[in-house]
């Protein structure tokens, strides 16, 4: 069966302080891995897909890079407007988009 | 920019009342799906369609949940009758398949419902 645990839960970090989030997955047949951003009462928003190991993709602060385990996204000296949920998505064999629960990110000021 | 529209975006309800949610998928656009996300969680399919038809519904509560997209563009979504735990935000998603892509999908501002 699909799956995707990710971690932490939740992360606070100071303005500038960089950290990384992880999504580890189990699927048969990796089709593509998505990021998204969702902010409290919105829709995601996607950030990158990323398709075989090996594989990164940046975008201002965020750098997305993946292994045929796991999946980070690295966030360089974050601001404020960073803080917001991180969701990781897997598609595999089943054509079916499979969600982690997320990461809460709160980047204080 | 296109945009994924839902609406409403609230809705509260009491239970044993009847719920629809509309969507309306970004132009050209094939395949729609509608999610359920509760609160602290990631979002869940409830059903997928390519043009018309359903093409994954195996997670869809069928005895009171029904979904349907007449034309192959906008889609409603129906619950009759709504129970308590059917409080969550509905997310309308839609993406351009293309063969042997996976293609990102692109989401709606979401309903959020609340059952009473």
Known sequence: ?109 | EAEVAQSPRYKITEKSQAVAFWCDPISGHATLYWYRQILGQGPELLVQFQDESVVDDSQLPKDRFSAERLKGVDSTLKIQPAELGDSAMYLCASSFPLAGVSNEQFFGPGTRLTVL
Request: with cysteine.
């Open chain 1, 1 to 109: 069966e699909d799956q995707v645990t990710q971690s932490p839960e939740a992360l606070r970090l100071q303005e500038g302080e960089s950290s990384s989030l992880n999504c580890s997955y189990t699927v048969s047949g990796l089709r593509g891995l998505f990021w998204y951003r969702q902010d409290p009462g919105k829709g995601p928003e996607f950030l990158f897909t990323l398709y075989s190991a090996g594989e990164e993709k940046e975008k201002e602060r965020l750098k997305a890079t993946l292994t045929k385990k796991e999946s980070f996204l690295h966030i360089t000296a974050p601001k404020p407007e960073d803080s917001a949920t991180y969701l990781c998505a897997v598609r595999g064999g089943t054509y079916k988009y499979i969600f982690g629960t997320g990461t809460r990110l709160k980047v204080l000021a």
